[in-house]
């Protein structure tokens, strides 16, 4: 990410990830780097887009798995394996290091809800350790994204 994109997206974002519940106008005695704001993004993101992926994957019945508006899209089961696989490939790419499952497997593999839900939910648990390991230092770190060096968080916003 570039820097002045990382710096208009904490400009944005900061003030109603940190609001205080103090008087209209009243400043925080330290207020928190543009590090701590980022890392604070990006863990908050990441809760949000796991609780809507899992709970999505829970409450949809196992005959609709199987649905998709039209021919040349995946199935609602296929999407959940792609996030479930795209979930390993960001976080391991943040981590520096190759992903614990190929990428593309599970989409091939988990055919069933079980299977699904079971991938996914392992997929993001392997996925919070990485966000909460997140601090401003080493969210600022860089990790080999091909050829490039890259924020170790670029990732995970990637992924969110």
Do not use: E
């Given at each position: 990410m570039r820097p002045i994109v990382i710096n208009v997206l904490v400009?944005?974002?900061?003030?109603p990830a940190f609001a205080q519940s103090g008087r209209p106008g009243q400043v925080p005695p330290h207020?928190?780097?543009a590090g701590a704001v980022l890392v604070r993004i990006a863990q908050n993101a990441w809760a949000g887009a796991k609780r809507n992926i899992v709970e999505s994957a829970d409450q949809m019945p196992e005959a609709d798995y199987s649905y998709k508006p039209v021919d040349t899209v995946r199935t609602f089961g296929q999407i959940l394996s792609h996030v479930a696989d795209s979930n390993y490939f960001y976080c391991a790419r943040s981590k520096g290091e190759a992903p614990p499952v190929p990428d593309g497997t599970l989409e091939k593999t988990a055919t069933t809800k079980a299977a699904i839900v079971?991938?996914?939910r392992e997929s993001v648990a392997y996925c919070d350790t990485v966000y909460a390991a997140l601090t401003p230092?080493?969210?600022a770190e860089t990790v080999k994204a091909g050829d490039n060096q890259i924020p170790r968080v670029q990732p995970l916003f990637s992924n969110v």
């Open positions: 400009s944005m974002l900061a003030a207020p928190p780097s079971k991938a996914l230092t080493s969210a």
